[in-house]
Each structure stands twice: as C-alpha cells, then as structure tokens.
C-alpha cells in the first residue's frame, strides 16, 4: 500500500511523500528524491527545509535557488542559451543558432528551448525565456529575451 501526502512548505518547495512496503518514506524534494527510516527523520527534513525558505521570494543573496537548481541540470548548450538571453536584450533566431552553432534551421533550436521548458517546468520555477514571432517581408523569425530580473539572477547565478 503506497500512501501519498504534498506538503508546500514554500513557493519553492515541494515535497512528495510516498511511504512503502519497506516501511520507509521517500520524499522527492526538487527532483532529488531522500530515503527516511522513521517519522522522525521526515520530520527534521521538514524541518531543516522550512527554516531554509523564504516564502514568496528567492533565497538568500538574492538568487533563486530553485533556479540555480534547474540551471545545474542543464547541458552545456543549454546553459549557453540562457547565458545568451541574460547578456543580451533580446537575440533573433539567427543569432541564437549562430551563437550556439547549431545549423541553419530552427529545429536543433527548438530542442534546446524545449529542453530547458521541459527542465523549468518539471521543477516548479518559472520559465524565464520569452519568445515573439515576427513576420517581416514574408519571412519568420522569432525573437528571444528574459526580463530585466530574471536576466540579473541569471547574470548572478552564471558569475559563480
């Protein structure tokens, strides 16, 4: 028998308790899942995790740390990507591909940007990139920025 219970502790953290047949809990904080043996270690990880968070903000110093967590779990061109967005205003198509080196057509693009939505949104934290779609002359282009804070907890999280 497999029981389950989400206890928001934050905006940033949520946590999935599952207790099974071996008489110990799994709880899967930020996608790292951590075994307990008693009720009693539930309950100190509880704890610790609830004097860590800031309610409706990011940690300490400013920066996010379930940001900071998604951007650990990102590919190298991925990361390259988002470091792209936070120096830049906003970066056409054409750029982002020449920067990143992926080909003349959007399709190697599109699976690093679906890759970083898909990493943001299994996590809970909001997904920074922004995109347009422009016509001009016939032609289709789409236009990527981040705002102005998201690119400054990039711009953090990117110089450590």
Do not use: W
């Not at 207790?19 to 270690?41: A, H, L, W």
């Not at 900071?68 to 982002?96: C, G, H, I, W």
């Not at 990493?119 to 981040?146: A, I």
Request: aromatic residues 6%; glycine residues 6%; proline residues 3%.
């Amino acid at each position: 028998m497999v029981f389950e219970m989400t206890k928001m502790i934050s905006v940033d953290i949520c946590m999935l308790l599952l207790y099974d047949e071996n008489m110990s809990f799994k709880i899967n904080i930020r996608g790292v899942q951590v075994v307990c043996d008693t009720p009693t270690d539930v309950k100190e990880i509880l704890a610790e995790f609830a004097e860590d968070s800031v309610p409706n903000g990011p940690q300490s110093g400013g920066v996010d740390n379930g940001v900071a967590a998604v951007l650990a779990t990102l590919t190298k061109s991925q990361r390259s990507f988002l470091e792209l967005l936070a120096n830049s205003e906003e970066v056409t198509d054409a750029q982002a591909r020449e920067a990143l080196g992926l080909g003349n057509n959007n399709k190697a693009l599109a699976g690093v940007r679906a890759a970083i939505h898909k990493r943001f949104k299994n996590s809970g934290v909001p997904h920074p990139v922004q995109m347009e779609k422009r016509f001009r002359g016939g032609v289709r282009s789409y236009c990527y920025s981040v705002s102005d804070q998201d690119s400054a907890t990039l711009k953090t999280i990117f110089a450590n």
